[in-house]
């Protein structure tokens, strides 16, 4: 079946940078892209962009564009998320997801990042 | 950016009762040459990430129950659950993948009355 399990939680100071890993098992790990989003505490979800890992190729959303890095190593099935700069409303669950096509279906368990001095 | 507006934020059903989840774009998810409304409908529920339910407007995913229904075209969506369940407990997300950037509404929550 499809997994995507993600890092553990992190804590970071502000203006440092956090990088978000998520391993895919079930499936073929290029076949499909990769979106990240995220969720502030107690708030909606936010798209942050994909990555396709069998290119490489990636779209941000524009709010995050020069801050964010999504790549991925298909040696070991895993895509990752850097943010950089972080800020206090950066704190929120990341988590990884998968396509099926233009929709997502799978996604990870999330992962707390909390960006505090 | 196209901006996903749902109503009502929150909403009381009595068990066994029908709930209904209203989504709006501020411009058309319809891609003509296909004819598929690229809206898409999730569920959360506390601690959990999303579980999609609904894609291309009205495909229900699979193992989700047939109580869960989606219609609409263009700009206006529905979201309706025929009996509610003491497991639909959760907040309702609906998602355009239209266009970059993906957007979602900003969720609407839903209780047991």
């Known amino acids: 079946q499809v997994q995507l399990v993600q890092s553990a939680a992190e804590v970071k100071k502000p203006g440092a940078s956090v990088k978000v890993s998520c391993k895919a098992s079930g499936y073929s790990f290029t076949n499909y892209y990769i979106h990240w989003v995220r969720q502030a505490p107690g708030q909606g979800l936010e798209w942050m962009g994909w990555?396709?890992?069998?290119?490489?190729?990636?779209n941000y959303a524009q709010k995050f564009q020069g801050r964010v890095t999504m790549t991925r190593d298909m040696s070991i099935s895993t895509a990752y998320m850097e943010l950089s700069r972080l800020r206090s409303d950066d704190t929120a669950v990341y988590y990884c997801?998968?396509?099926?096509?233009?929709?997502?279906?799978?996604w990870g368990q999330g992962a707390l990042v909390t960006v505090s001095s | 950016d196209i901006v996903m507006t749902q109503s009502p934020d929150s909403l009381a059903v009595s068990l066994g009762e029908r709930a209904t989840i209203n989504c709006k774009s501020s411009q058309g998810v319809l891609y003509s040459s296909n004819n598929k409304n690229y809206l898409a409908w999730y569920q959360q529920k506390p601690g959990q990430p999303p579980k999609l339910l609904i894609y291309?407007?009205?495909t229900r995913e699979s193992g989700v129950p047939d109580r869960f229904s989606g219609s609409g075209s263009g700009t206006d969506f529905t979201l309706t659950i025929s009996s509610l369940q003491a497991e639909d407990v959760a907040v309702y997300y609906c998602?355009?993948?239209?266009?970059?950037?993906?957007?979602f509404g900003q969720g609407t929550r839903l209780e047991i009355k």
């Open positions: 291309w407007a009205s």
């Open positions: 990555i396709n890992p069998d290119s490489g190729g990636t």
């Open positions: 998602q355009q993948y239209y266009t970059i950037p993906i957007t």
């Open positions: 997801a998968r396509a099926r096509g233009d929709y997502v279906v799978f």
